[in-house]
């Protein structure tokens, strides 16, 4: 099992800036690829970013490419997702998800994380 805790969320402004965190706990978190994913309103789960076991690789939805950057600290057991130049079309809750899988390549898709987090909500005003 591995149990994951958001935290950073918050209101800002349009422009601003937002470092989520989750920390993990729990069976490997560091040989696992970890994801944030964020829901809106009334629409689905989507992928915003991935990031392999190692760091080295890392993946982002086009939407959030060159704003947001995802990294991970495996000695603290805590993955991250700098966000910069948010847009109100960034509102919705995230979620910290861990893959399935120990030293796979990381997935866009939810249904290889099998480790949610409670999420965090952040809210960007115009």
């Known amino acids: 099992q591995v149990q994951l805790v958001e935290s950073g969320g918050g209101l800002v402004q349009a422009g601003d800036s937002l470092r989520l965190s989750c920390a993990a706990s729990?069976?490997?978190?560091?040989?696992?690829?970890m994801a944030w994913f964020r829901q809106a309103p009334g629409r689905e789960r989507e992928f915003v970013a991935a990031?392999?076991?190692?760091?080295?690789?890392?993946y982002y939805a086009d939407s959030v490419k060159g704003r947001f950057t995802i990294s991970r600290d495996n000695a603290k057991n805590t993955v991250y997702l700098q966000m910069n130049s948010l847009k109100p079309d960034d509102t919705a809750v995230y979620y910290c998800?861990?893959?399935?899988?120990?030293?796979?390549?990381?997935?866009?898709?939810?249904?290889?994380?099998?480790?949610w987090g409670q999420g965090t909500q952040v809210t960007v005003s115009s």
């Open positions: 998800a861990a893959n399935a899988r120990m030293w796979v390549t990381p997935s866009r898709e939810k249904g290889a994380y099998v480790y």
């Open positions: 729990g069976r490997a978190f560091s040989n696992r690829p």
């Open positions: 990031i392999s076991w190692s760091g080295d690789t890392t």
